[in-house]
């Protein structure tokens, strides 16, 4: 069974640029988490789809957005990018939430300029 | 507060040795219990974790972990250490009874080295 896929893998955008990240959960999972990873703030719970709807959302301003489509991929948005949103971001699927664990892509490394 | 506490920020141990990695939690009941790897440039994996039962938990690539409730921690351990073990290591809590990945809670994490 084919792992859970992030693109693109690595992003360099500009300040006030927006960007926007796929996922591909595990075939067969319905939950989709996004979690933003950073040397100095470490892993923060961005936000979590499950059939579509999204079920929770971390403290993150309304520029991060999201989606989750009826194939369960899911997509996130980061408008007017800011020097701060340079991290790391994984996502993470599950059959329907946490219970079992997470498993997590490779993420996808963005770098803002 | 609901809070996860790697105190090793980086452990360097020679290859062949055991390593025991330390993680202690705060929170409100028994939580639900993780550790994961990260090699660098990647996701995070899952080795193991524990909801009930033993204590005594069983992961993939050699690794085991201790759910002690008194101490409230949950140490992960190998008892021999290869090279490809070298990598970032974090605890994680999850609420026992609401499913979600926002009540996750990952530690800040813990850097081993493997020395020749």
């Known amino acids: 069974k084919a792992g859970v896929t992030q693109t693109p893998r690595y992003l360099i955008k500009t300040r006030g640029q927006q960007v926007t990240l796929s996922c591909s959960p595990i075939s067969g999972h319905r939950s989709v988490s996004w979690y933003q990873q950073t040397p100095g703030q470490g892993l923060q719970f961005l936000f979590e789809y499950f059939s579509e709807t999204q079920r929770n959302k971390g403290n993150f301003p309304g520029r991060f957005s999201g989606r989750q489509f009826s194939n369960s991929r899911s997509e996130m948005n980061v408008s007017t990018l800011e020097l701060g949103d340079s991290a790391l971001y994984l996502c993470?699927?599950?059959?329907?939430?946490?219970?079992?664990?997470?498993?997590f892509g490779p993420g996808t490394r963005l770098l803002v300029l | 507060a609901q809070s996860v506490t790697q105190p090793d920020i980086h452990i360097t141990v020679s290859e062949g040795a055991s390593l025991e990695l330390r993680c202690n939690y705060s929170?409100?009941?028994?939580?639900?219990l993780f550790w994961y790897v990260q090699s660098p440039g990647q996701g995070l994996q899952l080795l193991l974790k524990?909801?009930?039962?033993?204590?005594l938990v069983q992961g993939i690539k050699g690794f085991e972990a201790e759910f002690k409730r008194s101490q409230s921690s949950f140490n992960l351990r190998k008892p021999s250490v290869h090279w490809s073990d070298a990598a970032e290591y974090f605890c994680?809590?999850?609420?026992?009874?609401?499913?979600?990945?926002?009540?996750?809670?990952f530690g800040s994490g813990t850097r081993l080295s493997i020395r020749p």
């Open positions: 929170y409100g009941a028994t939580p639900y």
């Open positions: 524990y909801f009930s039962g033993d204590t």
């Open positions: 994680a809590v999850g609420h026992p009874r609401y499913s979600s990945a926002s009540k996750i809670i």
């Open positions: 993470a699927s599950s059959l329907d939430g946490t219970t079992e664990g997470n498993y």
